[in-house]
């Protein structure tokens, strides 16, 4: 029933990796034990078709006869088969021929492409996990809340590639509306956005004049020297989070949960909530069968699995 | 990427699927295009251990000798591997060597094991969207509300066969508290017996004296008399459908979700509503991609895909 996808199942030699986020294209080339062997960043262009020429410079300074293709993970809705990004949020992209502009770049061919944080799923699952995990869940906390899905051993993209908005789950319908059209999702308490939005809120409401230097970060500061707003924030998200890991435990059974993202930097602020609510999961097996973890390499995840795209 | 999983792939001949339920147990003899040759049910024996007599007595009626082997659907928590029921609340069953006593009453073997609703989210892949649909999600609507998963073409289980308990999906952490633990889950608003329940409140709350025969059958006959109450009862479950369907759309990108189950026959009343919810979901693509189904057979996808566990 159930396939073993080993790293050692991938090709030996190295493969390009692309990770197309909001604020910096990352690329690296992997080798087949999804080590780096080589990273370069530069600034995501606003202009979609610039992105020929800055990844034609990149490649330049790199050996590329010897390259096994390229896998390329967007922060938005892509199609896999098309290589169009149909809509990108934080790009403000929207039907961009994608393929079209890595291919004048010169990337090495074949070219895949899935959602970033289905990437970064996939990167976890054979960096952070080799062999330990079947049946993976990856939630992406930053300044939005992402997710990317590992199931019997494979990555699981969906009809559309666009499997796994696990920030979009709503866990209560009266919550605080959210930018998808919904009210009460996961992202409106966890996201980076939204806490810093909830924190100004409540120093205003209680005639604090909020810091001009909020971020997920200070506020973690904060929380941690005894700040009670910012210690409430981490309880409120903290226990969003609980009820939203006991729905993805009664919907996937995972063996394991990975928080990755810069917000999970702050986990021993708001985990303890979030197992308080877990443990009130009455189900027999699944919510004692997982294990719950914080990514302790989460900075190349996506990149990394961008390049395992290419199996 | 992508395995087609076509009925073709089962091998030729007859397997023995048992729906194992809270009343009854369903016995079928199924050929390799999912089609039942033969059919048989008896009411669940309140001790395991008599299981044993009365499928031996089944099956010397039938002819053993060409079945390919045996799948068993459990209303429950069940172990794939050693056929150990673990907790099955609705048969009172806790700890039960399944496998030990159907061998013993004789049937083929292979034996396999899963969860009932994911036996029959696997019969409803094969019999009812044959080469249709990669990913797919089966919401079982009856006394409880369960779910099964097909995901890239294939069964998906989990880490200990639990996965697709989407009837204890949050989707209101306020909401109505739950036999599970949690609140607001789906069933408290959708299920047989919730859905009872609240009617009788709100009669009782109103001044009206619930009538005996309440049921889901009632309560949607005479919503269809224009009942005010009832007709509330259907558009607030149908709401809160709306809200859990839009997270299943976000979560899995599936292709098809199919409503099946007893409840699922008064779709006319509730599913307008739930299709107006789902239709506030901003997302691109996967809201546009599914298709919302109900379920024109029903009545014997568990046994169907039970028996198709035989491959």
Not at 112 to 123: L, R, S, V
Request: with cysteine.
């Amino acid at each position: 029933m159930i396939d073993i996808h080993p790293l050692s199942s991938f090709r030996p030699g190295l493969r390009l990796g692309i990770d197309l986020g909001g604020t910096c294209v990352k690329l690296a080339l992997v080798d087949e034990h999804g080590r780096i062997r080589a990273l370069k960043k530069l600034d995501t262009p606003p202009a979609p078709r610039a992105i020929t020429p800055a990844l034609r410079k990149i490649l330049r300074s790199w050996v590329k006869r010897s390259l096994l293709g390229t896998g390329v993970g967007v922060a938005g809705d892509v199609n896999p088969v098309s290589g169009t990004v149909l809509f990108a949020p934080n790009l403000k992209w929207r039907n961009v021929p994608l393929k079209r502009y890595l291919r004048a770049a010169g990337v090495p061919e074949p070219i895949f492409f899935d959602n970033d944080a289905t990437a970064a799923a996939w990167g976890a699952f054979h960096v952070e996990l080799p062999g330990r995990s079947q049946n993976f869940v990856l939630l992406t906390l930053g300044t939005g809340v992402g997710g990317g899905l590992v199931l019997n051993g494979r990555l699981y993209h969906g009809a559309t590639a666009s499997a796994g908005e696990l920030g979009h789950m709503v866990i209560d319908r009266n919550g605080p509306p959210c930018c998808c059209g919904s009210r009460g999702c996961l992202e409106t308490y966890l996201g980076g956005n939204y806490l810093v939005a909830w924190v100004e809120g409540e120093m205003n409401r209680l005639g604090r004049k909020p810091p001009a230097d909020l971020s997920p970060k200070t506020i973690a500061q904060r929380a941690a020297q005894g700040d009670k707003i910012c210690l409430s924030a981490w309880r409120r998200a903290g226990e969003a989070l609980g009820t939203a890991l006991s729905n993805l435990i009664n919907i996937f059974n995972p063996d394991t949960i990975l928080l990755t993202g810069g917000v999970a930097a702050a986990a021993p602020l708001f985990l303890p909530h979030a197992r308080r609510v877990v443990a009130r999961n009455r189900f027999v097996s699944a919510p004692k069968v997982v294990r719950l973890r914080v990514s302790t390499n989460h900075r190349h995840l996506g990149v990394i699995g961008a390049a395992l795209l290419v199996e």
